[in-house]
């Protein structure tokens, strides 16, 4: 790993040890709080290809410790069930053979109960592990529980969404849950825009300043970014709704060409969960069919309906670079899984920055996710998490109303192909200025 994982790691004491462990069950609990709504039913159906069963997801989070801490480092462990490092593994080619993950909901053995007891089993072991460390494996064994914290923190956010999307396909429109807070409806003012100097900016993970950032934050590096103007806050559902009746789903003028294609082979009409009722657009969210509020963020729209409403509006989106410029003098303060909506909503503006840059919806920018100058993957099969994925994706910043807090980060790199729109994801507005 990099060195920024050194500045956290700097004790190898077995005190500082007990003090992960407490991290490692607080993020295990929360992986069993999502997905105690659920009934067991649901925790085997994959909607869709890029959608995993709960059960694989619970499954793999805890393949994860195993794989890359209990086995190479905690000489006492017994391994559960061989099969498992086959089944939940998910694309560490370097490590074995992954199960399709297409075919993860074929899986109806191991059963759920199975699974929990996988979990409690590799739990016992990393407790074990980290009661009574070896000391010479000690920092290693720190390095990955810190990579694989976050991990189970990306799979709850994927648990959400892919909850989302399973109980979506039902035309009951079940709640995932009942009884989520509620939403407060302020008044949403119209679009403003905030004005930036061009200058050279420092982009990505200042490793000197300590705290955990994946490797693709990595490779801190200066670069001119022009003078440039950014939406005070995303775009609104009812904005997007003056786009859908401009005839926006169908005016190809609009549309990147791999856009236009996807639009049409898919038969899009509005984002992803609307429908129309009784002249009323409703969506599904995770507390049922509810309508549409018009003032909070639009979510589960892909980059290809990002860019064309950018285009139709007469702007585009911000890159990476501007995001990041704006964003790191931004209060890292927001609606995220906490605030327990788990859906974006509306908020007052705030005064002299924009609003809602981290939590509601992930951000689309402009760039194609791409490596860092300096980039390095990290050693052996871990150095799959991220650098290989580094072609055919966008990258989207911010967070959203399914990401824990203390997840997230100024310089964090999410990623997604152009056509996704199952995660939460939405945008704001740029454009270029003489200033």
Known sequence: MSSAHDAVIDRSDSLHAKEWLRAYQRVRAATEAICAPLHKEDYMVQSMADVSPPKWHIAHVTWFFEAFILKPFYAAYQILDPAYDHLFNSYYETHGVPFPRAERGTLSRPTVDDVYRYRAHVDLAMQA???????????????????????????????????KHILAQNPLCPAYRDDLVPAHAPEVKALGWLAYRAGIQHIGHDASAGGFAY?????????????????????????????????????????????WATVKAEGWQ??????????????????????????????????????????????????????????????????????????????????????????????????????????????????????????????????????????????????????????????????????
């Open 215 to 259: 490797d693709n934050e990595m490779g801190r590096h200066r670069q001119f970014v022009e003078a440039f103007e950014i939406a005070d806050r995303p775009v609104t559902n009812g904005e997007f709704l003056e786009f859908m009746q401009a005839g926006g789903y169908t005016k190809p003028e609009h549309w990147l060409a791999d856009g």
């Open 129 to 163: 592990l980290l009661t009574d460390p070896p000391q010479e494996h000690l920092p290693e064994i720190l390095r990955r529980l810190e990579l694989g914290l976050p991990h189970e923190q990306q799979h709850q956010e994927l648990l959400l969404m892919d909850i």
């Open 270 to 435: 509005a984002p992803l969960y609307w429908v129309e009722r009784d002249g009323v657009w409703h969506h599904y969210t995770l507390g049922g069919l509810v309508p549409v509020d018009m003032s909070a963020p639009v979510c589960h729209v892909s980059f290809f309906e990002a860019d064309a409403y950018a285009q139709w509006a007469g702007a585009r989106l911000p890159t990476e670079a501007e995001w990041e410029t704006v964003a790191r003098d931004v209060p890292l303060t927001g609606n995220f899984v906490d605030q327990d909506h788990l859906q974006p909503v509306a908020t007052k503006r705030a005064e002299g920055m924009p609003s809602q840059m981290f939590g509601d919806v992930w951000e689309w920018t402009g760039s194609a996710y791409r490596p860092y100058p300096g980039f390095r993957k990290l050693p052996g099969s871990l150095g799959e998490y991220n650098g290989k994925f580094m072609s055919g994706q966008m990258v989207l910043r911010g967070g959203c109303c399914a990401t824990p807090a203390d997840h997230i980060r100024a310089t964090y790199r999410n990623f997604f192909p152009p056509q996704a729109r199952w995660a939460f994801s939405g945008f704001r507005l740029a454009r270029d200025t003489d200033a």
